[in-house]
């Protein structure tokens, strides 16, 4: 297995660790939410929690295909297309929930902006363990 192949899969799982910390958070969240104020919390909880992971599964999938020295050209582009990619599919997630759903704004807005503070913190843990 050629050396950019094992830093790009590197890379590609520290990212999804760093997605499945998001969803496990994004998942706490929802059922708080819908315990303390019932389903329509829950759910719309778990929608802001889905706008902000899936993203940034796409994003690190799209992102970490290519790697290494011979193919920056290709690194630059990937991680391009995959920040564009993951800005698009927000916007579309974000249309979508509020054309389809009933969601209450509060519950869906924590739910996202913590979801996306993890993804701010959670490497600093990484980082230390």
């Known amino acids: 297995m050629k050396l950019g192949n094992v830093l790009a899969r590197r ?28 389903a329509q919390y829950g759910l719309s909880a778990l929608a802001g929690g889905v706008i902000a992971v899936l993203p940034n ?19 630059i582009k990937s991680f391009y297309w995959g920040e564009a990619v993951k800005m698009l ?20 807005f ?4 913590l979801v996306l503070v993890v993804h701010w913190i959670a490497p600093l843990y990484f980082k230390q363990s």
């Open 11 to 38: 890379g590609r799982l520290a990212a999804y660790k760093l997605v499945l910390v998001q969803a496990a958070v994004a998942s706490i969240i929802s059922t708080l939410f819908f315990v303390m104020w019932g």
């Open 57 to 75: 599964f796409v994003f690190a999938t799209l992102a970490f295909s290519h790697s290494g020295a011979s193919s920056a050209a290709k690194v």
């Open 89 to 108: 599919l927000t916007i579309a997630l974000f249309s979508l929930v509020f054309i389809n759903l009933k969601v209450g704004f509060m519950p869906l």
């Open 110 to 113: 924590t739910c996202y902006s």
